[in-house]
Structures are given as C-alpha cells and as structure tokens.
C-alpha cells in the first residue's frame, strides 16, 4: 500500500513556472513507476509523465515535452514535476500516481494548478 500526497499547486502567469512535488509513505517506494496526470475543466484525465523505478527513463505526453520535467528522489520518497513555459491550457487538478507495472495503482488527491493568461 502506498500513501500519496501532492503539494506546490498555484497560481501563475503564462510563461511562469512551477514545481509539484508528491510525498509517498508506505513500503518499496522505489519499486514503483511514478507518474503525474491532470484532469482539465469538463475534459477527461490526461498522462502528462512516468519516470521509471530508478529515475533513469521518463517519458511524456507530447504536449509538455521541452517544458516539463519529471524526476524522483528514491531517498526522500519523493516525485517532482518541474513545470516551465507554461501556458493557459495547463490548468488542471495534478495527480500523482504510483504503479508497479505503469503509475495507475495508487492515486493521490491532487493538486490545483492554474495558468492565467
């Protein structure tokens, strides 16, 4: 069983920046696929990244590639997503998510993100 809170949402002007983080608890942290996911106003869930056990393989949704940035600290159980560039349609509640095969076991509350323009 794994326990997952998100933290670093906001507010932010196109353009700017931001850095969600998401605290696991719980045994084997590191033998998890770590992912984030959004869900945008009236649209369905959306893959935004994986990172793999180790860190050393991620991959993206084509939508944010060049602009974000997924990577894990295994020592402090912990997942990041480096947000730059960002633009109105990247609005939405962010989700961790924790997997031992792909992240989709294991959800965390989300975290609310939202881009003015």
């Known amino acids: 069983q794994v326990q997952l809170v998100e933290s670093g949402g906001g507010l932010v002007q196109a353009g700017g920046s931001l850095r969600l983080s998401c605290a696991a608890s719980?045994?084997?942290?590191?033998?998890?696929?770590m992912g984030w996911f959004r869900r945008a106003p009236r649209k369905e869930r959306e893959w935004v990244a994986t990172i793999s056990r180790d860190g050393g393989s991620t991959y993206y949704t084509d939508s944010v590639k060049g602009r974000f940035t997924v990577s894990r600290d295994n020592a402090k159980n912990t997942v990041y997503l480096e947000m730059n560039s960002l633009k109105p349609e990247d609005t939405a509640v962010y989700y961790c998510?924790?997997?031992?095969?792909?992240?989709?076991?294991?959800w965390g509350q989300g975290t609310q993100v939202t881009v003015s323009s």
């Open positions: 719980g045994r084997d942290y590191s033998a998890y696929f």
């Open positions: 998510a924790a997997g031992i095969h792909w992240p989709q076991d294991y």
